[in-house]
């Protein structure tokens, strides 16, 4: 009786390995609110412990990098499958998706880059864009690795094959957008054939533009979290780090919009680039939020595991 009564060292060290917190039992046992402060907690100390900050930092680098190449390989497509109208939609709608003052200084760019006559969708200058687009994805692979605590095991060849995935999925979503935006004023018209009361002029691009980018970002975010660490997870060990992640993003887009208009002093420090500066500031507090949907799923993962060794 007495030898089963004593704690158990090897349940000890399952228990506590890996627990940032000072103390476990908060994050193993609590409920209510007060678990919710301990699963957080425990997923801002993982950003430290793994060195988020400074990787996040690598990731808007190679983010940004990977932009202009990105909208070149898209336009691509896009002018492969579509026409001129489509693209001329397509880059309406990702500038009105984006916050103003980061968007605005690179408008004149961004269409140059997506209106550009190119040599066709093989050319080596589109191969060069799939490779620099690749960096972007592969900097992610490496933040998502990492908060999940997961050493990555699979060959150059199928990590590439897989970025690549992600790359080629990104771009026919958005060409899949241009058809959207195009069918969206016929869509009107064939409502108003079969309900003769409905007002066509109501199905409008910006009647679409929510739930399209909404539904995109969404898939894209699963997307991430399922291809690119090196172990597969199921979905309801995904979800909360996601959703988290996407709401987190909409209140940082909001609030970095506001205070770029209404504070940002950019322009004094940084002359000309003032625009590509608040948008790597932008892409960096992004990928911060994007590496804690990991180490948030990541806190609940322990949690849940502490407590099925507990009941």
Known sequence: MKASSEPDPRREIVMTHGVLSKNPDDLFHRRGWRAMRAVLWEAVLRLWSDDAFGLAGNVAFRSLLAVFPFLIFTSAITAFIGDQSMANDLIDFLIAIVPPPLIEPIVSEVEQVMTVPRGGILSIGILLTIWFAVGGVESVRIGLNRAYGIRETRSTLVLFAVQMAMVLFASLALVLVGYLLVIAPR?????????????????????????????????????????LPARRTNFANLWPGVLTTAFAWTLLAAAFAFYVESFGTYASYYAGMAGIIAALYFMYLAALLLIFGGELNRALRIRRLARLMTS
């Open 187 to 227: 869509a009107g018209s064939w409502l108003h054939a079969l309900v003769p009361g409905f007002d066509p002029a109501s199905v409008t691009v910006r009647l679409i533009r929510f739930p399209a980018s909404a539904t995109i970002f969404i898939v894209a975010l699963f997307a991430a979290h399922v291809l």
